[in-house]
């Protein structure tokens, strides 16, 4: 892992200029390898580690929400840690200005001309810890960057590096010291994972490793970056057939029909794409209805805002609704 350098990109273009992607088995090993590793730090969380993973190479971020102190902030370091890649966290606070975030225009003295200094979103993943913590206008600035992936400052516009992955974790708790999240950024999660307390075993088992040095401090990177770059290619290759493609428009067509907001159009790219992930885990290079019901409620749930009382919930059970009425292809 290293420090975030805006300029450097992984050499993984062919002769044509286009991305050569690896083959799905060999995904599926990177999967495995990464998996395996971050599982020395993390452990009973192997289906949510799958998820942050297969985010990655959906091209997609990922929302972190559960109580304080189940590893929600060492899960995303491990995954990070298991890259050798450019990796920022940036600790939300009230007082974090948007500046902090994308960079500023400084005065430089001796050139007696404006240079801009990079903030920590210019890096492959960037850890957004607690980011329910800043108020509104400083998590907007993160608007732009997970959608475009680039920054505008003061008139300038700067691409980000390829991939750039937002990991982001929040508190389910502590109402009235932390700021919900606007939608609109919400929405740009492609999922949103909650991790839950271990059982006793599981606890256990974490005590054991952490008693003296912690797992983190010798975790070592496991691929690369040109790796995850091509397997996000061969991802993207993955079939997707028009049966397939109706089938999640309908669900999302289901959740529109049945609560105050439904799943938006990005939130049914945002499914396609995580299931064309979920293809390759199983080395398919064509999606089936199965991958999409396996990821339509981290995909779509967070997206759905329900009234119930007068007062909004959240959009898990439309999403099961949606799933058992919609029809299988």
């Given amino acids: 892992m290293t420090d975030a350098n805006p300029s450097s990109q992984p050499e993984t273009t062919n002769q044509l200029g286009t991305i050569d992607p690896l083959p799905v088995s060999a995904v ?21 580690v799958d998820h ?25 370091r491990s995954i990070a840690r298991s890259i050798d890649c450019s990796f920022r966290r940036v600790q939300f606070t009230p007082d974090l200005l948007p500046s902090d975030i994308t960079g500023v225009n400084v005065f430089n003295q001796k050139t007696r001309e404006f240079e801009f200094q990079h903030g920590p979103v210019f890096a492959n993943v960037v850890l957004g810890d607690e980011i329910n913590r800043a108020p509104p206008k400083t998590q907007s600035a993160l608007l732009e960057a997970m959608e475009e992936r680039q920054v505008t400052v003061d008139g300038d516009t700067r691409p980000l590096p390829n991939p750039f992955v937002v990991i982001a974790t929040q508190n389910a708790i502590e109402p009235n010291r932390t700021y919900e999240l606007p939608f609109a950024e919400v929405d740009r999660f492609m999922k949103k994972l909650s991790l839950g307390y271990p059982n006793t075993d599981e606890e256990a088992e974490m005590l054991g490793r952490t008693v003296g040095h912690h797992p983190i401090e010798g975790l070592e990177p496991v691929t690369d970056l040109e790796s995850i770059v091509r397997a996000r290619e061969t991802v993207a290759n993955v079939a997707v057939e028009p049966p397939v493609r109706e089938y999640a428009s309908e669900l999302a067509g289901y959740t529109r029909e049945h609560a105050h907001i439904g799943a938006s159009p990005r939130g049914t790219i945002a499914l396609l794409r995580a299931a064309q992930a979920r293809a390759v885990l199983d080395e398919r290079e064509y999606v089936i209805p199965d991958d999409i019901q396996h990821e339509a409620p981290y995909v779509f749930a967070h997206r759905i805002k329900t009234k119930a009382n007068g007062r909004e919930t959240d959009g898990a059970t439309v999403v099961e609704d949606a799933l058992e009425h919609v029809r299988v292809p």
């Fill in 28 to 48: 599926a090993n990177l999967v495995e390898t990464v998996r395996e590793n971050v599982t020395r730090v993390i452990v009973g969380h192997d289906e949510e």
């Fill in 52 to 76: 942050v993973i297969t985010t990655i190479l959906s091209r997609g971020h990922v929302l972190l929400d559960d109580v304080p102190g189940v590893g929600k902030t060492m899960l995303a």
